[in-house]
């Protein structure tokens, strides 16, 4: 018997989107937001890093600038459908925004997630620049009706909470 024909909204990406939710959930259930988030940013470094790497691999430099970093936040969120752009880019910081969220309406209820682009942003930026806060302004996840995320590039910038990310020495790079 085939069940092709069935209308069931069901394929891998719906799926992994569900799973992430109820995974999100569960945590924030059971060990509360700011342990989630905590969770999350962990997965969030090791994929930031994964990126960073490819980017900088294809880009065939061992650092990206400023302009550069800008760029690739941008492209790899509209690469997963995050429709991020750069709202504003000044010496001291890059503004991001969005009316859409990777996740999609998963994320609703699910701030935990916002770790994902906190780490995501600030692990690449800080590799490649030195340093990065990353401050999430508005969230879908939270309610917002678009998120708006700040990258500081420089410490000691007046905002609200914030999460801050240091280059990481890396052996190959030791000498420079």
Same mark, same amino acid.
């Given at each position: 018997?085939?069940?092709?024909?069935?209308?069931?909204?069901?394929?891998?990406?719906? @799926?992994?989107?569900?799973?992430?939710? !109820?995974?999100?959930? &569960?945590?924030?259930?059971?060990?509360?937001?700011? !342990?989630?988030?905590? #969770?999350?940013?962990?997965?969030?470094?090791?994929?930031?890093?994964?990126?960073?790497?490819?980017?900088?691999?294809?880009?065939?430099?061992?650092?990206?600038?400023? !302009?550069?970093?800008? $760029?690739?936040?941008?492209?790899?969120? $509209?690469?997963?459908?995050?429709?991020? #752009?750069? &709202?504003? /880019?000044? !010496?001291?910081?890059?503004?991001?925004?969005?009316?859409?969220?990777?996740?999609?309406?998963?994320?609703?209820?699910? *701030?935990?997630?916002?770790?994902?682009?906190?780490?995501? @942003?600030?692990?690449?930026?800080?590799?490649?620049?030195? #340093?990065?806060?990353? /401050?999430?302004?508005?969230?879908? &996840?939270?309610?917002? *009706?678009?998120?708006?995320?700040?990258? #500081?590039?420089? *410490?000691?910038?007046?905002?609200?909470?914030?999460?801050?990310?240091?280059?990481?020495?890396? *052996?190959?790079?030791?000498?420079?």
């Amino acid at each position: 018997m085939s069940l092709d024909h069935l209308d069931i909204d069901l394929e891998r990406d719906m @799926f992994l989107r569900t799973l992430l939710r !109820e995974l999100s959930g &569960a945590l924030q259930d059971v060990v509360g937001l700011e !342990e989630a988030s905590g #969770y999350i940013s962990v997965v969030g470094a090791a994929v930031g890093k994964a990126l960073d790497e490819k980017y900088r691999a294809a880009l065939a430099v061992d650092r990206l600038s400023a !302009e550069q970093v800008a $760029q690739v936040l941008v492209d790899l969120k $509209q690469r997963i459908k995050g429709d991020f #752009y750069v &709202a504003e /880019q000044r !010496e001291d910081r890059i503004v991001f925004a969005s009316n859409s969220c990777p996740f999609g309406e998963f994320v609703a209820g699910r *701030p935990a997630l916002c770790m994902m682009t906190s780490n995501v @942003f600030g692990h690449v930026t800080g590799e490649n620049l030195g #340093y990065a806060r990353v /401050q999430i302004d508005k969230a879908i &996840a939270r309610g917002d *009706p678009g998120c708006r995320v700040t990258v #500081y590039l420089t *410490p000691n910038q007046d905002g609200g909470e914030a999460r801050e990310y240091f280059r990481r020495v890396r *052996p190959e790079l030791a000498d420079l």
